[in-house]
């Protein structure tokens, strides 16, 4: 059965009206705030989008089960568009706004750059910002969903090299701190499997037009291109292959599984290869299942990516956190997530968090795009 919420909803608007804290609200019977900060417009609007879907679900089924601690559950958005510049802004915004915990950003230099305040303020801060810097910082109230750059890297690097067996890597980073801590790492992984690197070069975001530098690279014979950098560049990387007859295969880096890749890809999607955590149609978990069927019927379509599933897991655990220590006290929360007497079963899988906020335990994978337009898994 549903449950009734003992408040008034006109009584929180008028609350809200007066410039109430969310703190406050609670305090009065009100809805528990959380924020999300993601691209919701721009470049990446597509993943911000899946993963505000996904929260609104999540929310809109915990609500039906009586929410938590009998209190309506509310998602305040601010879209920082990928942006280190709006997402300070962001920051202050939910944090003046009162809220527990945070799910953000997409990029790693937004996360990097709203870190500071959610410290400060003593928010949670759940992030899918895979640059190792932000596990390095010492916020106790970081908490990373997905695996670090040096992990998949590690990953890459033994993939490109003993796996396919490439002798000559050509690799290509833009200037993100995201893109190029991620190519850092995988070229120190493929020195370290005796691998080659032909030619590394560097592309600025949103050019639209790589032919110069996909020329130059196409002078050494590379057996394959790697980029680490977002799906918005490496779908027409690809294509631009392509046009210039390049026999190379293309292997992206984890932001590049994504259902807006393929369509900027278009025909010259299939056969790319991207490393990540599984793709959500390939999660072997009974829970990942059901919540995708939910997703497929409330919205008429399958999420972007995986992104969608690691961000719903992370307000998850918060909410799994609030309701073992039946509270909203910061060090509770911080607390019980660092030292989990048992793992959280996610909508990914298991899920556990070291000293630093570090996600245990995440599987990587290697992905073929095929003809339909599906991620194959081509090595695990």
């Not at 945070?102 to 959610?118: E, N, R």
């Not at 801590?181 to 070229?187: G, M, Q």
């Not at 259902?259 to 793709?279: R, T």
């Not at 999660?283 to 961000?311: M, Q, V």
Request: negative net charge; aromatic residues 8%; glycine residues 10%.
């Amino acid at each position: 059965m549903k449950k009734i919420f003992a408040y008034s909803a006109s009584a929180t608007v008028v609350g809200l009206a007066l410039g109430m804290s969310g703190a406050a609200l609670a305090a009065e019977g009100g809805p528990l705030l959380f924020g999300l900060q993601f691209p919701i417009t721009g470049d990446y609007a597509v993943e911000g989008q899946g993963v505000k879907n996904g929260l609104d679900l999540l929310i809109e089924q915990k609500n039906a089960e009586g929410g938590l601690l009998g209190r309506e559950i509310k998602l305040i958005v601010c879209d920082d568009e990928g942006k280190a510049s709006r997402a300070t802004i962001c920051a202050r915004q939910l944090v003046n706004d009162s809220v527990i915990g945070v799910v953000g950003s997409y990029t790693s230099g937004a996360s990097l750059a709203a870190g500071p305040t959610y410290s400060r303020a003593n928010v949670i801060h759940s992030s899918d910002g895979t640059s190792d810097e932000l596990t390095a910082k010492g916020w106790k109230n970081f908490f990373r969903n997905d695996p670090p750059n040096s992990a998949e890297a590690a990953f890459t690097g033994d993939y490109l090299v003993n796996t396919k067996g490439y002798k000559n890597i050509a690799i290509i980073t833009d200037h993100s701190s995201y893109a190029t801590d991620l190519a850092d790492s995988v070229e120190k992984s493929i020195k370290t499997h005796n691998g080659h690197i032909a030619s590394k070069e560097f592309i600025n975001a949103g050019t639209q037009d790589y032919t110069a530098v996909l020329t130059k690279i196409k002078s050494v014979n590379p057996d394959v291109v790697y980029f680490s950098g977002y799906y918005t560049d490496g779908g027409l990387i690809k294509a631009q292959m392509d046009q210039l007859k390049m026999a190379a295969d293309f292997v992206g880096g984890d932001t590049n599984q994504s259902e807006a890749f393929i369509q900027i890809a278009g025909a010259s999607a299939p056969g790319s290869v991207v490393i990540n955590v599984p793709p959500p149609e390939s999660l072997p978990y009974e829970n990942a299942a059901r919540f995708l069927a939910d997703y497929k019927e409330k919205y008429g379509s399958k999420p972007p990516s995986i992104y969608t599933l690691t961000n719903v897991d992370g307000l998850n655990s918060i909410f799994a956190a609030i309701e073992a220590t039946q509270s909203t006290d910061f060090s509770a929360i911080e607390q019980w997530l660092h030292n989990m007497p048992a793992e959280f079963e996610g909508l990914t899988g298991k899920m556990k968090w070291d000293e630093n906020g570090e996600r245990a335990g995440s599987l990587m994978a290697a992905m073929e795009v095929q003809p339909d337009g599906s991620f194959k898994i081509v090595h695990q």
